[in-house]
């Protein structure tokens, strides 16, 4: 059973940064693919950033280029967000989610993850 933990989330001005992280358990991290997503109130969850299992490969909703990279670091199970130059419009609950890497790559989509953690909020004051 794969279990994920979120951390690093908080309050902070609009121009700030956070970095979130993802714990990974109960599996071997190095085969699923790792992604991150928000939803804010009353809106459905979206696909922020995506990072395959060797980290060769990342992926970015348009609204957060050049300012979000994700990152992992298989050693300690461990993914990460780092969130540069934050919005006011980022507020929401970042989740981490995780699957199997299979042919098809890194999903940018939810119904492409089984497992998910529980949340962490992140809101930006402007």
């Known amino acids: 059973q794969v279990q994920l933990v979120e951390s690093g989330g908080g309050l902070v001005q609009a121009g700030g940064s956070l970095r979130l992280s993802c714990a990974f358990s109960?599996?071997?991290?190095?085969?699923?693919?790792m992604g991150w997503f928000l939803q804010a109130p009353g809106k459905e969850r979206e696909f922020v950033s995506g990072i395959s299992w060797s980290g060769g490969s990342t992926y970015y909703a348009d609204s957060v280029k050049g300012r979000f990279t994700i990152s992992r670091d298989n050693a300690k199970n461990t993914v990460y967000l780092q969130m540069n130059s934050l919005k006011p419009e980022d507020t929401a609950v970042y989740y981490c989610?995780?699957?199997?890497?299979?042919?098809?790559?890194?999903?940018?989509?939810?119904?492409?993850?089984?497992?998910w953690g529980q949340g962490t909020q992140v809101t930006v004051s402007s």
């Open positions: 989610a995780a699957d199997r890497e299979g042919i098809y790559g890194v999903s940018m989509v939810s119904e492409g993850y089984e497992y």
């Open positions: 109960g599996r071997a991290f190095r085969i699923y693919a």
